[in-house]
């Protein structure tokens, strides 16, 4: 407080004779301003600037030191509830304790092992359930339970399978590609659905260079082909309904990452090493090549692209043409959205805000119309390649505002706050609603997968923006509101990525069906990324809800969603373990079954669910091989104590992590949270 003053004596004197200085100078500038070339004149005006400059910065610190003395003041009280299961491991919830009259206690971050997740990340929704896997704990361990046995096998099955699929390291890069034919559906697939979302490539130069690669007898070259290969990987997630192409995809990541560590970084800043880099991690997320971590890799391409001066807008750089000029802003747009996306699903601060760039919105340019001498954007109202960047776009300063609420080391977003986020988000969603229901669609308009790619991205905010209060929601009456939307939307959600669900099939029964194929079902299923994510997470609030008939069949699909899943190739059988143990639980309640009867029940479920799996498993890895099935006969002998460290993980809702450095014998216990 005592720097407060000192700061705040400091201000206002400074304020006091900036004030009269500021008069008195431009009282003697004013008559001189017909010359103002007069080494007088000049004086005087730099005097004001520097005198108007530091009265700024005095009033800045004044404003920070009364935030901080203010957060200060109200800091709330913390409560860290650790929780420890066979399933999960050890983590522990911090929540906020209320003060008198404040609102119910939430969860505001949660920590496990080295890292902490803000609330923005979907374990937030799953941290509700600890009580059922609390009550099932103790007959887990229990000796004639075989769960956590069938657990580690699948695990140890689950290994099996992706080290097939996994090349080893590093992965020196070929110029090996498949057939043309699967090339053309993998590229093709590709510009339909991530292209169209997030702008990496000029399609017609990408195209021109793509032709010429088969039609040439000369040596590729490299960057084009790493670039080319992530393309593929990308479109392999969605190119069946099976990710049939998992194992290659994985491979194709694996040289790209390869190609990229490589030491010769200063001749890499260029546009098309931003593009590979951008295609890298895109690649990463929806194969799953650690792409929990990828809110880290981000980071280093923000400052990358910073350090090339994409952060300022090219008006203001040396003159470059119209095409470099909006590559360069499409680009950065695109920079931007991964920053803010990866933040909200990892639950991490965005550490970026709108002061730290000036390039403006890329134009609404078609492709082909940038490569001409001095073109002119197409008005809003006609929809080109670029419309939906630009929709998103406008949405921005909202979303981050939502993010940091979330997941700033000092976020504590009150209820008016979150309302008044939400009003915006809605208000500006609406007005790019009208915009694209006015394009004519005899000309051109956007696609059913660009119109539901965006709805989602709205709805994933709005549903991360209101969690935190999901909880108190279910007793407390002034937060019916943030009931309504999250369960609302979860549901609506889980509809649009499970089209074969009994509601879809009710609802939509009359429709016209697309002869296209669902890439926003493929996504969700074969993928690994945000898509995936939340809709396991958005289930979450149908359970805690109050039961209704069309909830309860979306939680009595869930498992059969989950079993998809790992018939596309997912190895970790914990979520479907997991909502195996939830569907016991809505199953036991809807019986009447009394309550001491519950543990049973759950163990039951858990034993059918990892019976299945390891039969699912056993079948895919090949019964035939002797030395599997003898280290499958010899972990029943293993001591119980041992199994923990083996088979506890967080991450058990979500895909297992392939290793770009094939660590996992190395656990620095050290520096992990105690």
Request: glycine fraction near 4%.
């Amino acid at each position: 407080m005592q720097q407060l003053s000192s700061v705040k004596e400091l201000g206002l004197r400074s304020n006091s004779r900036g004030s009269q200085v500021v008069s008195h100078s431009s009282s003697s500038v004013v008559p001189h301003s017909t010359n103002p070339s007069t080494p007088a004149s000049q004086s005087s005006t730099r005097e004001v600037e520097v005198l108007r400059s530091k009265i700024k910065l005095l009033e800045d610190q004044l404003a920070k030191a009364e935030r901080a003395s203010a957060a200060s003041a109200q800091s709330p009280i913390w409560d860290s509830r650790g929780n420890q299961s066979h399933i999960t491991g050890i983590f522990h919830v911090h929540r906020e304790a209320p003060s008198e009259g404040q609102a119910p206690t939430m969860s505001r971050t949660i920590v496990h092992k080295t890292r902490i997740f803000g609330q923005s990340h979907w374990i937030n929704g799953v941290a509700e359930f600890m009580d059922i896997l609390e009550t099932v704990e103790p007959l887990l361990s229990a000796d004639n339970s075989k769960v956590l046995f069938n657990l580690q096998k699948c695990k140890y099955l689950g290994r099996i399978i992706k080290s097939q699929r996994t090349p080893s390291w590093p992965t020196p890069s070929t110029p090996d590609l498949p057939p043309k034919n699967l090339a053309d559906a993998l590229v093709d697939v590709y510009l339909r659905t991530y292209e169209c979302r997030y702008r990496v490539l000029h399609v017609p130069t990408f195209r021109k260079d793509y032709d010429a690669l088969w039609g040439s007898d000369t040596p590729p070259d490299m960057e084009f082909i790493i670039l080319l290969k992530l393309i593929m990987a990308i479109g392999a997630v969605v190119h069946d309904d099976n990710y049939s192409l998992r194992t290659q995809s994985v491979h194709w990541v694996y040289e790209a990452q390869t190609w990229i560590a490589e030491p010769d970084f200063k001749a890499r800043l260029t546009l098309p090493f931003i593009q590979i880099s951008i295609l890298l991690l895109l690649a990463r997320e929806a194969v799953w090549v650690n792409g929990a971590l990828i809110w880290i890799t981000v980071g280093e391409l923000v400052r990358t692209a910073v350090y090339m001066g994409m952060h300022r807008d090219p008006s203001y750089l040396p003159h470059r043409s119209t095409f470099v000029s909006e590559m360069r802003r499409r680009l950065w747009n695109t920079i931007l959205e991964l920053a803010l996306n990866t933040s909200v699903d990892s639950g991490a601060p965005p550490l970026l805000t709108l002061e730290d760039f000036d390039t403006h919105p890329p134009g609404n340019f078609e492709d082909e119309d940038i490569t001409a001498d001095d073109p002119s954007p197409k008005p809003d109202g006609t929809f080109t390649q670029m419309s939906i960047s630009l929709a998103i776009r406008k949405m921005f300063s909202t979303r981050l505002a939502i993010a940091k609420s979330l997941n700033g080391i000092g976020a504590h977003c009150s209820y008016e706050e979150t309302i008044h986020l939400d009003t915006e988000l809605r208000t500006s969603y609406r007005a790019i609603c009208r915009t694209l229901q006015g394009y004519d669609p005899g000309v051109s308009s956007p696609t059913q997968f660009q119109i539901r790619m965006l709805d989602f991205l709205v709805r994933r905010y709005l549903l991360a923006l209101h969690t935190p209060f999901y909880p108190p929601s279910l007793h407390e009456t002034s937060y019916a509101f943030t009931r309504k939307v999250v369960v609302d939307t979860a549901l609506q959600i889980w509809c649009a990525v499970n089209p074969s669900s009994d509601i879809m099939t009710t609802r939509h029964r009359n429709q016209p069906q697309s002869s296209e194929p669902d890439y926003l079902a493929r996504l969700a299923i074969c993928g690994s990324g945000p898509l995936r994510m939340i809709t396991t997470q958005r289930r979450i609030p149908l359970v805690l809800s109050p039961l209704r008939r069309d909830l309860l069949t979306v939680v009595e699909n869930s498992c059969k969603w989950t079993w998809k899943c790992l018939q596309a190739g997912e190895t970790n059988t914990k979520g479907y373990l997991f909502l195996s143990l939830v569907n016991a639980n809505l199953e036991g309640m809807m019986r009447g079954i009394p309550e001491d009867q519950f543990p049973l029940l759950y163990l039951r479920a858990a034993e059918e669910a990892q019976a299945t799996c390891l039969a699912f498993f056993e079948e895919r890895v090949g019964e035939g091989e002797e030395n599997i099935q003898m280290e499958l006969a010899g972990i029943n002998e293993m001591p119980f104590e041992s199994l923990p460290n083996l088979i506890s993980s967080w991450d058990f809702m979500i895909p297992e992590q392939f290793d770009l450095t094939s660590a996992d014998s190395i656990y620095w216990s050290s520096c992990g949270f105690s």
